[in-house]
């Protein structure tokens, strides 16, 4: 659903195909279940399945760990194609994430043991990181793994986790070292949701995204062996969060993209249909010249994260581009999806409208994977 005549610099022949099958599959296997998945507030294990049957998950993955030996670039039209489709309950990029964790910071074991299970849907997983205090300040974690011989208690609650009813994994964020300042002494767990000791919490009400289940957790003397520890070292979790946030900024800002191209496109449909005073609303000036700025944003969004992705690629997005884009790309999908709106009038309004549902969703992107001010200031740093 990109703009006629353009194509992403990244994209090949062998992109396009894989897209072509995964829009497919999202037209045909999951778009007619998102509103079964909003009522009940969570998706199917047997939709995960079927998306680690397409390669969905960790398509950039070794393939001797499950995944299908692509790149970011195969990853991308996957988040592209989920928007272009409007399918937003199955939130792969959850597993995607963590599956990163593993394969950058974990050791032989865990990875073997975990990540052909993510690429397969088999296992679903979820990030614990934000506590009701702390917010996107994860210095500030006061939930604790504390070592008792050969294994790890960690007691403390999360909140605002997404996956939280289906999760069988969950990567928790915790301090290993109790009078360590700032983010010394941060560690991360992969712990199994059927551990005694981890309780879920209910499923939070979410004025966005209701397909997706997300929810608080609660760590209540959870024993686990001493192997659960990331990487096997204590006190390298913050930096194995920042190695991999860039990446997370990289796949909002994606996502951001491809919600306004989808969003134009509706509009434009939509405003050559609907009529009022006895034409098209496509034909007043004002509609031609509104959406003529909407789409002019588009286009520069386009063009600012093929850049990030194409660095991705690379292997040389840094924080200070994907936190840009994380802000600047997020910004400019309230916008669009503002704007858009209200060219459908009360329709717009209306949640069986795809026009609606995007505008609730498009709200959390400019909060979840680091608030945009956070994104701000980190970008100040590098002046």
């Not at 396009?16 to 007619?32: L, N, Q, T, Y």
Request: net charge negative; with cysteine.
């Amino acid at each position: 659903m990109q703009l006629d005549n353009y194509r992403s610099p990244w994209m090949n022949e062998e992109l396009s195909a894989f897209g072509d099958s995964i829009r497919r599959f999202v037209r045909e296997r999951m778009a007619p279940h998102e509103d079964e998945w909003r009522a009940q507030h969570q998706g199917d294990r047997e939709t995960w399945l079927a998306c680690g049957e397409m390669g969905m998950i960790l398509p950039d993955v070794p393939s001797e760990y499950g995944g299908a030996d692509g790149t970011p670039a195969h990853y991308a039209v996957v988040l592209q194609e989920l928007a272009y489709g409007g399918s937003a309950s199955i939130a792969l990029s959850i597993n995607h994430i963590v599956g990163h964790y593993i394969l950058a910071g974990g050791t032989e074991a865990q990875k073997q043991q975990w990540l052909p299970k993510i690429a397969s849907g088999e296992v679903i997983c979820s990030i614990a990181m934000t506590e009701p205090g702390t917010g996107s300040d994860l210095q500030g974690v006061r939930t604790r793994a504390v070592k008792k011989g050969d294994k790890y208690v960690i007691s403390g609650s999360k909140t605002f986790i997404s996956n939280g009813q289906l999760s069988d994994m969950v990567v928790v964020v915790a301090k290993t070292d109790l009078e360590a300042k700032g983010s010394k002494g941060i560690s991360l767990f992969i712990v199994d949701t059927k551990t005694p000791g981890f309780i879920r919490g209910k499923c939070l009400d979410k004025i966005g995204m209701p397909g997706q289940d997300t929810s608080e957790m609660f760590f209540d003397e959870c024993e686990v062996p001493a192997d659960c520890l990331l990487g096997g070292a204590e006190g390298r979790g913050f930096y194995q969060l920042m190695q991999q946030l860039p990446y997370e900024r990289a796949e909002i800002g994606i996502q951001a993209v491809a919600h306004m191209e989808r969003a134009l496109a509706l509009t434009v449909e939509y405003t050559k249909e609907r009529k009022a005073f006895g034409k098209a609303i496509l034909d007043f000036q004002n509609t031609r010249f509104q959406l003529a700025d909407v789409k002019a944003t588009v286009v520069a969004s386009r063009t600012f994260v093929d850049l990030i992705i194409q660095r991705w690629v690379d292997g040389t997005l840094d924080t200070t581009l994907a936190s840009m884009g994380k802000f600047w790309l997020t910004d400019r999908q309230g916008e669009v999806m503002d704007r858009c709106l209200q060219f459908f009038g009360g329709f717009g309004y209306m949640n069986e409208y795809p026009i609606a549902r995007m505008f609730a969703d498009a709200r959390v992107a400019r909060i979840y994977g680091g608030a945009n001010e956070i994104q701000r200031e980190l970008v100040g740093r590098s002046l």
